[in-house]
């Protein structure tokens, strides 16, 4: 039997995740909606929607995550309404009506099989994993020269250098605890680098990982870009070319001399580690590196502060957390696997 498990594609923002997000779509099985913003916030909001076994409970969530200002669901091509009876017809659980809109999406294209994309989502596999018990991750990781020296030219990105450098480790950081931490055939890591260079080569694993014959069509991800990359992201206009190694190693000219220095002395054991040779150069002004520590104990002390919020929300449960729309996510609760496209009402 083919896998349905959902497939959630994280990593430091400018690593490659949305070329990553187009390839998986580009899959006859598989679909992955151009990134949204209402997963994390309705789970962080979920006592204030209530238990989702009430079904009016999951027309109010599903109408926010439909006609909400920042939720990006209008860029998914989904009918509101249809969406919506979808929700209260759906299982009874946050996670059910969460997913209900990647299910919805996949159905779009006619595909079985549905995953998600967002860089940020390396903070939050714990809660994901909460959400769809079956979900596998894929971590993409990119020289962290180059992750910086992409990030700071952002119109969207707010940090600065030094604060992309701290963003980077982080995601290093949780991507390697994931990867000790989680079974192996729940997460799985790639290079941007070993994608760019050798494509096929790369998918074929990356296939066998998620369950999945290769898919040729997966190497040719820029035709996909018109569909699942909206026009108005002008960043990601590299996207709508082949698959290329031209941005690989770009730091050196795309990086001040001092922001070298500081990136291959902060980040040198996690440069080290995936192999990213370093340039030796010379050691970084002292101002620099305590900015760096101290952008690096900003993010550590939100990210601490969320996790103890949402550690203490935990104790008084609105309802059911867990998604019910996969074989695999049945399986757990121990409910009956379901015929293709079944819904179960509650």
């Excluded at 187009?22 to 209530?50: C, D, K, N, W």
Aim: charged content about 30%; hydrophobic content about 35%.
């Amino acid at each position: 039997m083919q896998s349905d498990r959902p497939v959630f594609v994280v990593g430091c923002p400018r690593s490659g995740t949305t070329m990553l997000q187009l390839m998986l779509h580009s899959h006859q099985r598989i679909a992955v909606p151009p990134e949204t913003r209402f997963v994390g916030t309705a789970y962080f909001s979920r006592r204030m929607y209530g238990d989702m076994r009430l079904a009016d409970n999951r027309r109010k969530l599903a109408k926010w995550i439909a006609n909400g200002r920042n939720t990006k669901f209008r860029e998914l091509g989904l009918d509101t309404a249809e969406f919506v009876q979808a929700a209260m017809l759906g299982p009874g659980s946050l996670g059910s009506v969460i997913g209900m809109v990647f299910k919805s999406y996949a159905e779009r294209f006619g595909k079985p099989r549905w995953g998600d994309k967002r860089p940020s989502y390396y903070r939050h596999v714990e809660i994901l994993t909460r959400l769809f018990p079956d979900a596998q991750f894929v971590h993409i990781v990119r020289d962290g020269r180059d992750c910086v020296a992409s990030l700071k030219e952002m119109p969207w990105y707010k940090p600065d250098s030094i604060g992309a450098m701290a963003n980077w480790a982080e995601a290093i950081d949780f991507g390697r605890r994931h990867a000790r931490k989680l079974p192996a055939d729940t997460f799985y890591q790639l290079r941007y680098e070993d994608l760019t260079a050798d494509p096929e080569a790369e998918l074929k694993k990356l296939c066998m990982f998620i369950g999945e014959d290769y898919d040729p069509a997966m190497c040719q991800p820029q035709h996909m870009a018109e569909v699942a990359v909206p026009s108005h992201k002008v960043w990601h206009s590299n996207t709508h070319q082949e698959v290329t190694t031209a941005r690989t190693g770009s730091w050196a000219s795309r990086l001040e001399p001092w922001e070298i220095a500081l990136c291959e002395d902060v980040l040198s054991e996690r440069l080290a580690h995936h192999g990213y040779e370093l340039t030796g150069a010379p050691k970084p002004e002292r101002r620099h590196v305590a900015a760096y520590k101290d952008a690096a104990s900003k993010r550590r002390s939100a990210r601490l502060r969320k996790y103890n919020r949402d550690r203490f929300s935990r104790l008084r449960e609105p309802g059911p957390i867990a998604a019910l729309l996969t074989d695999g996510q049945r399986r757990l609760a121990g409910l009956p696997q379901q015929r293709t496209r079944e819904l179960v009402a509650r």
